[in-house]
């Protein structure tokens, strides 16, 4: 069955540095979006990436759109620890069906 | 604030019990997910009402069953609780079945001994 896989697990930086998850699916997707969760909270919803190649931009989040439409990107810059938490993609399949993937953890060290 | 509410936040059974919990969905939403999230792990789909209807499935057993009223709320129910189901367990609300931008509520924390 489809699977997505997101890479690092997780991710320890110096607040002011740049942080960037992968996000790789087994097959072609219709659309990715992305969530992010605090500790001890739920997921919220990023963004949602529908188009070859797109890139979206939120402030200091640039979020990428393969031009397979296999794979994702989040990449933040200039992290701040309000950016602490975890970042989950999520994909559709058949059946009105959702998968997330397993998360990217980021630690913002002051 | 999402609008998506879930009761109970905590809850504590016993291996064997049953357990029902409950989600309101945010207003003019009419289908919901529930989602279930292991320590340390993404959520993990376990069904999708929409109008009243099941109309998708992830690979949980059917002692994972549910309920979507009139009003959209819904309800999941799992009976013959084992110590595995021991998760969060997180309802989205969303504006149609196809995937669009869901928005979770604050989920409840179920821990079967």
């Known amino acids: 069955g489809q699977q997505v896989m997101q890479i690092p697990q997780y991710q320890h930086v110096q607040e002011g540095e740049d942080f960037t998850t992968y996000c790789n699916s087994s097959?072609?997707?219709?659309?990715i979006q992305w969530y992010k969760q605090r500790p001890g909270g739920h997921p919220v919803f990023l963004i949602q990436l529908v188009k070859s190649g797109e890139v979206k931009k939120q402030k200091r989040l640039t979020f990428q759109f393969g031009e397979a439409k296999k794979n994702s990107s989040l990449h933040i810059t200039a992290t701040q620890t309000t950016d602490v938490g975890t970042y989950f993609c999520?994909?559709?399949?058949?059946?009105?069906?959702?998968?997330f993937g397993a998360g990217t953890r980021l630690f913002v060290k002051a | 604030e999402t609008g998506v509410t879930q009761s109970p936040t905590h809850l504590i059974k016993t291996r064997g019990q049953q357990v029902t919990l409950r989600c309101s969905s945010q207003?003019?939403?009419?289908?919901v997910s529930w989602y279930q999230q292991a320590l340390g792990q993404g959520p993990q789909f376990i069904f999708q009402?929409?109008?009243?209807?099941?109309?998708g499935r992830g690979n949980f057993p059917p002692r994972f069953s549910g309920l979507q009223f009139p009003n959209y709320s819904s309800e999941l129910n799992v009976n013959a609780l084992e110590l595995d189901d021991s998760a969060l367990y997180l309802c989205?609300?969303?504006?149609?079945?196809?995937?669009?931008?869901?928005?979770f509520g604050q989920g409840t924390r179920l821990t079967v001994v």
């Open positions: 999520a994909v559709p399949t058949g059946g009105f069906k959702t998968i």
């Open positions: 207003s003019g939403h009419n289908t």
């Open positions: 989205a609300s969303s504006a149609g079945r196809l995937n669009t931008e869901a928005f």
């Open positions: 097959t072609t997707l219709s659309n």
């Open positions: 009402y929409y109008r009243e209807e099941e109309n």
